[in-house]
T-cell receptor, first 109, second 116 residues
């Protein structure tokens, strides 16, 4: 099946800093989503982005499908941004989401 | 986007008992739903695919007789953990594919199961 690798596994920032999270995947995809898992476990859908660039407030994401990677940008980070960020993909061959291992983000005040 | 309701949010049960978790797609009809499990500090792993009106498809290593899945309607799938043991304690979360609406997959809020 498709492989999904996220980096870095852990990231510690001071409030106000910017960061970039990366997701590499091993095959062509029909779908790619970025999620933020809050402390209660709920998965918040940040972006549906199988290709191209999207922005939503302080967050933006870019997927370069031909090179099989996606980037999530967080600008002016806030303590409420803390949590785990997951990249999940659906390969062109299958109709299910496969998750990466996640990036644990800690934003300190 | 689609709304997926999952309950209970958390449940504590005794070893040997069974627990049922419900996943409802409130505004989107789904012939397929997915059940994931997440252990602490780990990623989400797909357990099974729930198919409306037919048998579920289980991932390798998942015991179908232990994790009973029923998808009786286009808006409801249930996961029953039978004869639960402490090692079944985990976070269970369902998802509904809503790609046709450009939102990909929508997830329920999850169920934290603790078996004592």
């Amino acid at each position: 099946g498709i492989q999904v690798e996220q980096s870095p596994p852990d990231l510690i920032l001071q409030e106000g800093a910017n960061s970039t999270l990366r997701c590499n995947f091993s095959d062509s995809v029909n779908n790619l989503q970025w999620f933020h898992q809050n402390p209660w476990g709920q998965l918040i859908n940040l972006f549906y982005i199988p290709s191209g660039t999207k922005q939503n407030g302080r967050l933006s994401a870019t997927t370069v499908a031909t090179e099989r990677y996606s980037l999530l940008y967080i600008s002016s980070s806030q303590t409420t941004d803390s949590g785990v960020y997951f990249c999940a993909v659906e390969s062109q061959w299958g109709s299910r989401l496969t998750f990466g291992e996640g990036t644990q983000l800690t934003v300190n005040p | 986007g689609a709304v997926v309701s999952q309950h209970p949010s958390w449940v504590i049960c005794k070893s040997g008992t069974s627990v049922k978790i419900e996943c409802r797609s409130l505004d989107f009809q789904a012939t397929t739903m997915f059940w994931y499990r997440q252990f602490p500090k780990q990623s989400l792993m797909l357990m099974a695919t729930s198919n409306e009106g037919s048998k579920a498809t289980y991932e390798q290593g998942v015991e179908k007789d232990k994790f009973l899945i029923n998808h009786a309607s286009l808006t409801l799938s249930t996961l029953t953990v039978t004869s639960a043991h402490p090692e079944d304690s985990s976070f269970y979360i369902c998802s509904v594919p809503t790609g046709g609406q450009g939102y990909g997959y929508t997830f329920g809020s999850g169920t934290r199961l603790t078996v004592v």
